[in-house]
Structure formats: C-alpha cells, structure tokens
T-cell receptor, first 109, second 120 residues
Framework: RKEVEQDPGPFNVPEGATVAFNCTYSNSASQSFFWYRQDCRKEPKLLMSVYSSGNEDGRFTAQLNRASQYISLLIRDSKLSDSATYLCVVTPGFQKLVFGTGTRLLVSP | GAVVSQHPSWVICKSGTSVKIECRSLDFQATTMFWYRQFPKQSLMLMATSNEGSKATYEQGVEKDKFLINHASLTLSTLTVTSAHPEDSSFYIC????????????????FGQGTRLTVV
C-alpha cells in the first residue's frame, strides 16, 4: 500500500462548480498535512496546510480525519485558473515529506 | 517568504556525460535538503535527503554512485548525475524545509524551480 494515495483524475468540471478531492495516508503517526498545487512543468507550491479542526482559505476548505486517515480539499466556485495538479503531502517524520501522485483538475469554460 | 533557487532550469547533455544541479536556500539556512525526481504524469519521488556536513541518505533503489550529492554549506546542496543516460531524463526538484517552531510541527517546504534534464 502506498504511503499516500490519491485519485489521479482528471476531474473535469465547468467554471463555478464545486469539486472535492480526497487523500488517504497509511502512517497513523503522521504529524502534518498539506495540499500543494503544481502547474505543468513547474515546481509545487503550498496551497494550504491542513489542521485537525479544518481550515478555510477563501474558496478552498481543507479537512483532516485522523480516525479514518484521510484529508480532503474542497474547491468552491471553480475558476479556470484552478486547473492544475493538487498534491496531498504528509509528514511521517520531522521535515520529511511524502507526496501523493496528485489529482489533476481541469476547469473548463 | 523563504526562497529556494535551483540552477540550471533545463539542460541537454550527451549520453555518458555528467550534469551538476545546484540548489540554494536564499534567505534561510537549511541543514537538510531533499532531492526529488518526477517523470511525466507521475508523482514526485524522493531520491535522497541531503545533510549538511555529512553523507546523504538515499531512498531504496536510488544509486548513490550515480547520483552524487554534496551539501557542503548550510545554503547549498548539489546533485550530480554521473554518466547520464536517456533513462535519466526527468524533472529534478530540490526542496528545503523551514520550521516555524522549535517542535518542527509547523513546517513548510520550499521548492526550487526544478531542472529539466534531457539526455540525448
């Protein structure tokens, strides 16, 4: 079983739609969780950290379920510029990051 | 915010030659840096952990003699792909993690711009 698993997609949605991604992780001792965004041929960039209580940043909402060992990312009112690959990232130990395969999102007009 | 600079951004080399990629943390000291490789439509795969002043730690399946890592200062790590072959063509990315608290739980990874290596 992979340490971090994501549905690779692609998720094809129209502008304005709401879309949700899930990610599961295998190491119950994992400490920190993040969503990164990666545009084609570019380096990943932090989208948001995921806190136990859940957190929201504008149109983006992240949630963590430690009991079921999954995290989620919800994007509301999708924009064309949201088209990218979204990487679920988990830290099983200090500083080391483990990446999921990424979920590709395509937002169409 | 913290910035990590990687150079070169792309390189084309002949099979059998060696290529060096540099990764610099510009506004913070990084005792640990990470090197990743990403093939098309695949996830980032950790190759090795670069430790300042000591040997790098390689992930299983990564040849340490082929991918030489040097982390001689707190702001610079280099990856040298020795005797490169076409199958080494990939996107190589470095990262450095900055902790915002002493417990190390509030961290953020900053990535270099990546190096696209093409071996012909």
């Amino acid at each position: 079983r992979k340490e971090v698993e994501q549905d690779p997609g692609p998720f094809n949605v129209p502008e304005g739609a709401t879309v949700a991604f899930n990610c599961t992780y295998s190491n119950s001792a994992s400490q920190s969780f993040f969503w990164y965004r990666q545009d084609c041929r570019k380096e990943p960039k932090l989208l948001m950290s995921v806190y136990s209580s859940g957190n929201e940043d504008g149109r983006f909402t992240a949630q963590l379920n430690r009991a079921s060992q999954y995290i989620s990312l919800l994007i509301r009112d999708s924009k064309l510029s949201d088209s990218a690959t979204y990487l679920c990232v988990v830290t099983p130990g200090f500083q080391k990051l483990v990446f999921g395969t990424g979920t590709r999102l395509l937002v169409s007009p | 915010g913290a910035v990590v600079s990687q150079h070169p951004s792309w390189v084309i080399c002949k099979s059998g030659t060696s290529v060096k990629i540099e990764c610099r943390s510009l506004d913070f000291q990084a005792t640990t840096m990470f090197w990743y490789r990403q093939f098309p439509k695949q996830s980032l795969m950790l190759m090795a952990t670069s430790n300042e002043g000591s040997k790098a730690t390689y992930e299983q399946g990564v040849e340490k003699d082929k991918f030489l890592i040097n982390h001689a200062s707190l702001t610079l790590s280099t990856l040298t792909v020795t005797s490169a072959h076409p199958e080494d063509s990939s996107f190589y990315i470095c990262s450095a993690t900055k902790s915002f608290d002493t417990a190390g739980t509030n961290t953020e990874a900053f990535f270099g711009q990546g190096t696209r290596l093409t071996v012909v």
